[in-house]
């Protein structure tokens, strides 16, 4: 079943809305800004739902030999049955995993960083979910879920970074992600847009932006430049573009909390440095201001789908940037903004 047809049975779908911000088409000296919200995703404020919905369907209905991989289907044959969903998270993956749990009669222990926001914590923790506090990096987090899941017989790690070994599941996320660029396509060719010109997509370990350059690298796409954001305390896939090879990078604080990531997926890398045109880092107070420069305009953004906006401001600021990939006067932008402020909440949101 695709992705997309998948979500369909979920309760609450319905594609996200597609945000025309004219004021920002003015600002960044465009045709059009669009903006694809993802600040309410089937009963969540971040998109990472699409993925982790998917991926627990894909490898339940393979393990239960599902004829189907309908939520019905799934629910039905994880009931009486010990199942637990296991993933690592700065925030909102976990969430995401752990509210599947709950729909499909399942349980969930989601491993965390120390430095993640307490909403996020409670939110996860109000999915029904056993909540565990890591210290360590994001990588620590990530190798504690996997060694814990493996000692569980009845487990399954729903994780959305691979290693060798660990492809199959993080593979089907970046396939749930799909249903994001399709929705994308169909509103696009509502409003008379053929393809975007330009297309930023935030980058944590890369599954999103592996989902998202597949899809405009993929036959008949029309070639849109794409342009990938990271915090610059957390630049895993810069420091591994320039050095040609995936890198381990420190990760320090950062108001991107969902995007801390120190290592690029192994999936993600060849996908991400073979169909990206460019990637930059953005500050913490940059993508704040971005974060209450949306709000101000309808837009609900939370720092890390801010950061898009961010980049956008930093690349069409810099002489000779839209020169050198040929971006027109009437280009179309299209920002990717992957969660809502109640989602990774800015600084004075948190008190």
């Known amino acids: 079943m695709p992705p997309i047809d998948f979500h369909r049975t979920l309760p609450g779908y319905q594609p996200t809305p597609l945000r025309d911000v004219p004021r920002l088409a003015a600002e960044l000296g465009v045709g059009r800004v669009l903006v694809k919200e993802e600040s309410s995703r ?31 289907a799934v629910r039905e044959a994880v009931l009486g049955r010990a199942v ?27 491993y965390h960083p120390q430095d993640i926001t307490e909403a996020a914590k409670k939110a996860i923790a109000t999915e029904g979910a056993q909540v565990v506090e890591v210290d360590g990096t994001y990588d620590d987090v990530v190798a504690r879920a996997a060694a814990e899941a493996a000692a569980d017989p009845a487990s399954v790690l729903v994780q959305d970074t691979s290693w060798p070994g660990y492809t199959d599941i993080p593979q089907w996320i970046v396939d749930g992600y799909s249903t994001l660029c399709l929705e994308t396509d169909d509103q696009l060719a509502a409003l008379g847009v053929a393809a ?23 036959a008949g796409a029309d070639g849109a430049t794409l342009l990938a954001v990271e915090p610059d305390r957390a630049a895993a896939l810069v420091a591994s573009l320039r050095a040609g090879a995936p890198v381990t990078v420190p990760t320090g604080d950062t108001i991107m909390t969902g995007l801390t990531c120190g290592t690029v997926s192994a999936l993600a ?42 980049a956008a401001r930093l690349v069409l600021g810099q002489s000779g940037w839209r020169e050198a990939i040929g971006l027109r006067p009437d280009a179309v932008v299209l920002l990717l903004s992957t969660e809502g402020r109640a989602a990774n909440p800015v600084p004075e949101d948190r008190v």
Not at 84 to 110: C, E, F, P, Q, S
Not at 199 to 217: I, L
Request: charge should be negative; proline fraction near 4%; glycine fraction near 12%.
């Open 196 to 218: 975007p010109d330009l297309v930023v997509v935030p980058v944590g370990v890369g599954s999103f932006a592996q989902a998202v350059v597949t899809h405009y690298r993929g």
């Open 269 to 310: 890398w060849p996908v991400l440095r073979d169909g990206l045109d460019g990637a930059v880092t953005v500050s913490d107070d940059q993508a704040a201001a971005a974060v209450e420069d949306l709000a101000r305009l309808g837009v609900d953004s939370g720092p890390c789908g801010a950061a898009t906006l961010a």
């Open 84 to 110: 637990r969903l296991y993933a690592a998270t700065d925030g909102n993956h976990g969430r995401a995993v752990a509210h599947m749990a709950a729909l499909i009669g399942a349980t969930a222990t989601i």
């Open 42 to 72: 089937l009963g969540l404020p971040a998109f990472k739902i699409l993925g982790a919905s998917y991926a627990t369907a894909r490898v339940l209905g393979e393990r239960l030999g599902l004829a189907e991989t309908t939520l019905d």
